[in-house]
């Protein structure tokens, strides 16, 4: 059909007609450029999703929300992770313990602290000399024309010492006795071990307890129905310390505030401390061989 000839037949077309025709047409939508360019970009990208085979990319929070959850942990972060609760943790018992130690002495009195700076001198000069010891002894070997003489009596002198703290030899010396009456029966193993540690930090070098010699591995015990054991060995009231060492450090050691004396007071019982010229120590412990452990130089 020609152009004229649908003109026409559109001019034939009745006013009523027209109107019909144009009500069951729907109405035109305006688009605006935006929202076309807008529909044009959505429709490539599922075109381009769909023709690829893979979900849409992600939007920056959706990727940093999966890289944070879940949480990825290595092992070098644990292990680092531990160490530092470790450390916190050992941190926050120092600084627990200096919190107690400063609680007892601001609440010693003028004359205590001044017992106390002059044990914390006393123990300062015995360790310089000490020192000054191993200094000297370190110059002999180097000096003398016949060190293997020299390193000889040496050995022989470590030995007696060694013996000593190994309680295998009789020892003797200036010293304390500590005699402790337990009437009560109040005093326990742990009250009495104190008493030993603070013997050994303020320079001990050999102690006895009722007949019993005190070496590097032993041990206090609570016996049933009372009573102390050492090392397994039950000993009885009054409980008696024989100590060697220098007594000026020894007796200061045991009276300082909130120390040995003042704990087993406490607890009722009596407590003496006699400075001496002459200790003998001798109680033996038999020489143990070990099973395994063979010298280097063999």
Known sequence: MSDN???????????GGEKRLREELPAEVSVTPAQASDAQAQDAGAAAAGAAGTEPPLTGRQRLGKGLWPPRVTRAQLIVA??????????AVQVASTSDNDGALRGARQEDLVRILDELDDRTQRLEDEKQGLEDQRTELENSSDQAEEARKQTVEKERQLGILAGTVAAQGPGITLTVEDTKGTVEADMLLDAIQELRAAGA????????RVVAGTYLADEDGGGVSVDGNKIDTPYRFKVIGKPQDLEPALNIPGGVVQTLEKEQATVAVER??????????AAKQPDYARSSSE
């Open 5 to 15: 000839d649908k003109n026409d037949a559109s001019d034939k077309l009745p006013a």
């Open 82 to 91: 531990l160490l530092l609760f470790g450390l916190g943790f050992g941190l």
């Open 205 to 212: 070098e050999a102690i006895q307890v009722n007949g019993v």
């Open 276 to 285: 001496a010229d002459k200790i003998v120590v001798d109680a033996l412990r």
